[in-house]
């Protein structure tokens, strides 16, 4: 299988958006959010409303389904703030403590 595919009907503010999770190579996907008419075919293919680029199949899976579980209940341009400004897997990558510098008695 080369892709994903999902409509999604936004309850808030009922558009539609088509959800895509595409395979660039072996090690990059891509994930895409457009906007849809009413028989739910994108409005432009060439400006998604979202595009999260991935570096494996699990990761790239992971984030479609999320994206179209939280597109059909938040509102549409909050979440595509979020995550473009958030990091894909914040609890993969907790942030490491400061450094705390020793101080060595002389």
Sequence with gaps: MKGLFNKVKNRP??????VS??????????????????FYFPRSL???ALALATGSREEAWDL???????????YPPHLFQELRLAPLRPEANP????????????
């Design 13 to 18: 503010t009922r558009r539609r958006y088509v």
């Design 21 to 38: 999770t595409i395979c660039k190579s072996e090690d990059r996907f891509e994930t895409a959010v457009f906007e849809a008419n009413f």
């Design 46 to 48: 060439n400006r998604p």
């Design 64 to 74: 479609h389904f999320r994206v179209a579980a939280r597109l059909a209940v938040e």
């Design 95 to 106: 942030p490491s403590p400061p450094a705390v510098p020793t101080s060595q008695p002389d």
